[in-house]
């Protein structure tokens, strides 16, 4: 993949950003930020976007609309991490998590053909009050600051590589998928709109579901907007 990086300081959110290039754009263009002021994960929640942090969206036209798409940046992350000595694990659908901390969250949307793949990631930023407990960064895990440019550099590389495996053969991605996440065998209550679920992870279906031991009885729970919680 031809990545063509635009840079900027300050803006809304990338994926903001990168929604009002399409149609006009094409597939391989990168939106970065230094910071944002109104960072969204799902559902319109907020995603904390100080400054050190690497916030961006690649714009992509796969040739089909596949909720497997989120893995791809998933994957990406956790090579990159693995590549700076920071072991991280894939907390399905879209987050991936150092430990019992989260270090980076992945918001694909849909506009026409095109998929906007929001990538955010904790580089040097320094985590605010309120998610301390709950998020970590690259510095935090290993006690030094990083070179940005080098982890954004790693992380397309990777990208454009599970793309290109996603495109040809996307339960190979799944696969993946299923040995970097610590969910399997776990209980968990999967926070649907208004009913929860609580049961014990079987797998992680070729199609990117989540299979579920609830009661006896196999739950798919197909990816939307759906958070795993460790029971
Ligand atoms: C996500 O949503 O995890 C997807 C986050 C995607 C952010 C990128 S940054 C570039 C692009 N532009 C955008 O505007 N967005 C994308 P979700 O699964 O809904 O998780 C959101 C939750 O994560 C929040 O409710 C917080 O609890 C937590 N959170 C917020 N900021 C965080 C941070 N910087 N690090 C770790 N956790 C955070």
Do not use: C, H
Request: hydrophobic residues 40%; proline residues 4%; aromatic residues 6%.
């Amino acid at each position: 993949m031809e990545w063509n990086v635009i840079r900027l300081d300050e803006v809304d959110s990338t994926n903001e950003y990168a929604k009002k290039l399409i149609p006009d754009v094409s597939e391989g263009t990168v939106v970065v930020a230094k910071r944002q002021t109104s960072g969204r994960g799902r559902k319109g929640r907020a995603w904390a976007s100080p400054e050190g942090g690497l916030w961006m969206s690649v714009i992509l036209k796969p040739p089909m609309i596949d909720p497997r798409l989120v893995f791809v940046g998933a994957l990406a992350v956790s090579d990159t991490l693995r590549d700076f000595g920071i072991g991280a694990w894939i907390k399905w659908p879209n987050d991936v998590w150092v430990g019992n901390r989260k270090i980076s969250g992945v918001l694909t949307e849909v506009k026409g053909d095109f998929v906007i793949m929001g990538v955010g990631l904790n580089v040097n930023n320094e985590i605010p009050d309120g998610l301390k407990e709950t998020a970590t960064s690259m510095m935090e895990a290993l006690g030094e600051p990083v070179d940005i440019g080098e982890v954004l550099e790693r992380l397309l590389e990777y990208l454009g590589r599970w793309y290109k495996t996603f495109l040809e053969n996307p339960p190979l991605v799944v696969e993946e998928v299923r040995g970097r996440t610590m969910l399997i065998g776990k209980e968990v209550r999967v926070l649907l709109d208004g009913n929860d679920l609580v049961g014990r992870v079987i797998t992680i279906s070729d199609d990117g579901s989540l299979i579920l031991d609830v009661d006896g009885q196999t739950v798919k729970v197909v990816y939307g907007d759906v958070s795993v919680r460790i029971n």
